[in-house]
């Protein structure tokens, strides 16, 4: 199970990363991940990395640095499908980490863990996410209305999917796999 190229690693979610989660769910900046939690809590931490499976996106020469993490939630067994969350900390953006972050962990999920479906939902106002979601080849599925409460306001969320067999099309050669 290879969960590394030359410029990461994603690594599974540990309470040693909990620092880090701390400082990115309390900052605000990054409420379209975590909503309107405030002040994150080690008891909410540990409550978060029992919900799926978690990574944390680190340099692959050097663990400590991390880079973003990806949360795999919502797993259905029985259909085969997921939901899928990355976020990149503000100060490792526009590297191509998500890209290649997103790689690893759906091949991992698709081909390691025989997943069928991704399924991600990208915030009204959060077009850096929505162009990452496209530009990877996720499809457009549905706008679901007033989805989340986040900043006061209900907002609508867009669903998008992607297929196994079209991240295989797309990424399996280039895995090496």
């Known amino acids: 199970m290879k969960l590394y190229n030359d410029k990461i690693r994603i690594i599974p979610f540990e309470q040693d990363h909990w620092p880090v989660i701390y400082a990115w769910a309390s900052s605000g900046c990054y409420d379209y991940f975590f909503g309107n939690s405030g002040p994150y809590t080690g008891a909410m931490c540990a409550e978060f990395n029992k919900g799926g499976i978690n990574f944390i996106i680190v340099n692959a020469n050097d663990i400590q640095e991390v880079f973003g993490m990806i949360s795999v939630s919502q797993i259905d067994d029985r259909s085969r499908n997921f939901h ?11 590297k191509g980490y998500a890209k290649e972050a997103s790689e690893l962990a759906l091949f991992h999920m698709f081909n390691n863990l025989n997943y069928y479906k991704a399924i991600a939902l990208v915030g009204d106002g959060n077009p850096e996410s929505k162009a990452l979601t496209e530009g990877f080849g996720f499809d457009h599925e549905a706008i679901l209305k007033q989805e989340v409460y986040l900043d006061g306001e209900f907002k609508d969320v867009e669903r998008f999917r992607m297929l196994k067999g079209t991240f295989n099309k797309l990424y399996k050669q280039k895995l090496g796999a």
């Open 84 to 94: 899928y969350n990355i976020l990149v900390d503000k100060n490792h953006r526009r």
